[in-house]
């Protein structure tokens, strides 16, 4: 099937809905189990793309860092547009509504030890009023957004074994660290000999505890007698 579509926009394939429904990673079928159904749609959309990094403030790649854009314009539509950054730091935002946009890392504002920063605008500011605004024009593609986090937290690290209380090492628990009611969370899993390292931010003050699962339970029984 061939879909003319008008210059400066494509079609995103597909948007489906139905019961027990598979989708290709391409996106470009749609793999039905036996006996059901689906309903298969089409998007036409802005051919518009986004590029740039997030760096740290040595200007080094951050990975896994969400990135999305803050519309300034009603025409510029209500979706929310985002991706997470590779290893190189770099994120790729595509079928952008054209107008102008405010971009937002860590939109929602929570730190964390792979994350260590609050929300920042770009091209590296805290304060929205200072953001740069981009503007995406039809069938546009922007280089070059590079945010540059002006400040990281100071992380740490704390290491330790998890072990029964015979003295035989918990392999698989759950190690978590926990402040301000589950406002700040992280969490590990221990190794085979049941040792574990879990980066915490610096300045939070909480709790650290493990949990014991199904899978850690069953190991310490099967323990060599």
Avoid at 206 to 222: D, P, Q, R, V, Y
Wanted: charged residues 25%; aromatic residues 6%.
């Amino acid at each position: 099937m061939k879909i003319d579509t008008p210059k400066g926009w494509r079609v995103r394939f597909p948007g489906v809905s139905g019961p027990r429904r598979r989708v290709r990673a391409d996106e470009s079928r749609v793999l039905l189990d036996a006996e059901s159904y689906a309903n298969v749609g089409f998007v036409l959309a802005a051919n518009t793309q986004m590029r740039g990094r997030v760096l740290d403030p040595d200007g080094k790649p951050l990975k896994d860092v969400c990135v999305h854009l803050e519309a300034l314009s009603r025409n510029s539509g209500n979706g929310r547009i985002s991706d997470c950054t590779n290893a190189d730091g770099a994120y790729l935002l595509e079928m952008i509504p054209p107008g102008p946009y405010r971009v937002v890392v860590n939109g929602g504002d929570r730190r964390s030890a792979a994350r260590p920063f609050g929300m920042v605008y770009y091209p590296g500011v805290a304060d929205r009023r200072d953001a740069r605004i981009v503007t995406v024009g039809e069938g546009g593609v922007v280089n070059g957004v590079d945010i540059r986090i002006p400040a990281l937290a100071p992380v740490v690290r704390v290491s330790g074994k998890v072990v029964f209380q015979d003295g035989v090492p918990a392999p698989g628990v759950d190690v978590e660290s926990v402040a301000g009611g589950r406002d700040y969370h992280e969490g590990v899993a221990t190794g085979a000999d049941g040792t574990f390292t879990l980066p915490v931010l610096a300045d939070q003050r909480g709790e650290i505890h493990a949990k014991i699962t199904g899978a850690s339970c069953a190991a310490w029984l099967k323990r060599p007698n």
